[in-house]
């Protein structure tokens, strides 16, 4: 989201009201980008909370104001993995329209039950990668900025990524067919 890069910069500089409307603004990507990840209504509010407690403290050291929605998201996924790290969990993402998106991208027909089993098989970087790109529709860049990773990680991530996924896919497909 585009924020009027003055308020970005009163908020930079101390203004608490200006950092207020700054995430009333990302108010509904807040929430529904962490539920994607954390899965409960309880754990993506726990997780916004500390994203805004720990982003109102270091506003001060943003240095580019057009990055903020960026900067604070970057902020949420860290706080979400966090949250998951304690629970020990991983990653969760609403897989029918993941599966959608794929679909759409792969003309694919497999059920979301075996995509669901693939990715949860792949390394949480690839996981990561996927999920941002497919789910979020992210751009590699943004992608890149949010995992603090070389944008030519990134393609390599999602490129090992889809190519575990389509054999993990096949392999399932196959076993399905000789069960029926």
């Known amino acids: 989201m585009k924020h009027d890069i003055h308020t970005v910069k009163r908020a930079i500089n101390g203004d608490a009201k200006a950092f207020e409307e700054l995430l009333i603004l990302e108010e509904k990507m807040l929430y529904y980008k962490a539920l994607s990840y954390v899965g409960k209504k309880e754990d993506a509010l726990d997780a916004i909370q500390e994203t805004s407690c720990k982003a109102f403290l270091s506003i001060g050291q943003l240095q580019n104001p057009e990055y903020f929605s960026t900067w604070l998201f970057r902020i949420l996924i860290r706080e979400c993995y966090k949250l998951l790290k304690k629970r020990d969990q991983i990653i969760p993402y609403e897989e029918n329209e993941l599966l959608e998106r794929l679909e759409k991208k792969k003309d694919s027909g497999v059920e979301s039950f075996h995509l669901s089993e693939a990715l949860s098989k792949l390394d949480s970087s690839y996981q990561t990668s996927i999920i941002l790109f497919y789910y979020h529709d992210l751009p590699i860049q943004e992608i890149s900025e949010i995992m603090e990773k070389p944008v030519g990680t990134i393609k390599t991530y999602?490129?090992?990524?889809?190519?575990?996924?389509?054999?993990?896919?096949e392999r399932s497909y196959k076993l399905n067919e000789k069960i029926t």
């Open 158 to 169: 999602l490129r090992r990524a889809k190519k575990k996924l389509k054999s993990e896919l």
